[in-house]
């Protein structure tokens, strides 16, 4: 199983990015599917989730109104479009998959991608 992120990059304060999560051994339409981020010298946190179908999709305060997660069965994709940048986001993101509905704890989560590198400057 591998998921792996990608579409970091640095950007200026106002800034848009689309990340995205590849699966592969993993069938991603089986899993919710979450995007969490850890910035340095401090916890991972969780960012994003979206349920199996689509149907509910849940945000963290800090990134409500600015983020989108979305995804794509059929591709066996995830993606987090992050429009309105701030240098607060600057952080690496991990994508991450998850058999419970509407999990947003790390714990919870099943399986791990490597993380994308997001730096916002000011």
């Known amino acids: 199983v591998q998921l792996q992120a990608s579409g970091g990059g640095l950007v200026q304060a106002g800034g848009s990015l689309r990340l995205s999560c590849t699966a592969s051994?993993?069938?991603?339409?089986?899993?919710?599917m979450a995007w969490f981020r850890q910035a340095p010298g401090k916890e991972r946190e969780f960012v994003s989730t979206i349920t199996w179908s689509s149907a509910d999709t849940i945000y963290s305060d800090s990134v409500k109104g600015r983020f989108t997660i979305s995804r794509d069965n059929a591709k066996n994709m995830v993606y987090l479009q992050m429009n309105s940048l701030k240098p607060e986001d600057t952080a690496v993101y991990y994508c991450?998959?998850?058999?419970?509905?509407?999990?947003?704890?790390?714990?919870?989560?099943?399986?791990w991608g490597k993380g994308t590198q997001v730096t916002v400057s000011s």
């Open positions: 991450a998959a998850s058999v419970s509905y509407r999990a947003t704890q790390p714990r919870a989560m099943n399986h």
């Open positions: 051994g993993l069938t991603v339409r089986t899993y919710d």
